[in-house]
């Protein structure tokens, strides 16, 4: 896997004789940001997900690279595999998947070629990557329980843009859940880190980190239970300052929101603050 990028320090000095040196060194900093400290996951070498877009897709190219597969205890010898898969550019530099997400149930014996789909949810237009690009896809197993009997899993989604000017890391997390033969996607790509900086050869640049916790809060909309998200932003500016290249980091600022169930997915109680679109 790419490394992942690194927030710069919060102070940082450098060789009065050599801010530009300096200035990249910063910048391949922020550029490892992302995906350092990212566990490793099992890659799909059972031949499963190969069979099961064979079966589904069999005109459709497969992003081997991107797709992935991984145990679930939400039934007896569940899998989850994610399959995504380009679509013929639109347009120049840009790329869109369809992507098809399967929970799979193993045959007892363990034998790929027995192996039944529970449910599945196929998404036109899922992905895109332009400028920034999918650096990976990886499946949740963390529990879930939004119900007493709803149990959701999620897929996490690592974004990248690593041109030296303006960099870019991101992470965000969808959240599935089984409905008969429907998985329903009730948690739509909510950002939870992202790493981004601009700045210029000369040392100057600012540099933003944003960092959220997803947890589930007592009260219910729907039947399912809220989700809370914390979250902290920083921001830190490096300039030139005596022939010496300075990195300093304002005090972070902290925002507390709720996501509510409105019968088909999750949604905002109220427009948060610093919002941080993609």
Not at 4 to 15: D, G
Not at 113 to 127: F, H
Not at 155 to 179: C, G, I, M, W
């Amino acid at each position: 896997r790419r490394p992942r990028l690194r927030a710069p320090p919060s102070r940082r000095r450098q060789a009065k004789s050599a801010p530009r040196a300096s200035s990249a060194v910063a910048a391949a900093a922020l550029l490892a940001l992302g995906m350092l400290g990212k566990p490793a996951q099992a890659a799909c070498d059972t031949g499963l997900a190969e069979r099961m877009h064979a079966k589904l897709h069999p005109q459709r190219e497969l992003d081997h690279g991107l797709t992935a597969c991984r145990n679930w205890r939400g039934i007896p010898r569940g899998m989850i595999v994610v399959l995504p898969m380009p679509r013929r550019a639109s347009l120049p530099g840009v790329v869109d998947f369809d992507v098809d997400v399967l929970l799979i149930q193993e045959a007892t014996n363990g034998n790929t070629e027995r192996a039944v789909i529970v449910s599945n949810l196929y998404k036109r237009y899922a992905l895109r990557e332009d400028r920034v690009r999918i650096e990976d896809i990886r499946i949740d197993t963390t529990h879930y329980p939004l119900a007493p009997k709803t149990r959701a899993f999620g897929v996490r989604v690592f974004y990248r843009d690593s041109t030296n000017e303006r960099p870019l890391a991101s992470e965000t997390l969808s959240l599935y859940v089984p409905r008969g033969e429907t998985l329903a996607k009730v948690l739509d790509e909510q950002e939870l880190s992202r790493d981004s900086g601009e700045w210029q050869s000369n040392c100057t640049g600012r540099f933003d980190t944003l960092r959220s916790n997803l947890s589930l809060g007592d009260g219910t909309s729907h039947g399912l239970r809220d989700i809370v998200i914390e979250t902290t932003v920083s921001h830190s500016r490096a300039t030139v300052q005596d022939g010496e290249c300075i990195t300093q980091t304002g005090a972070p600022s902290f925002r507390h929101e709720t996501l509510q169930f409105d019968g088909e997915r999750y949604q905002p109680t109220g427009v948060p603050e610093n919002p941080h679109g993609r």
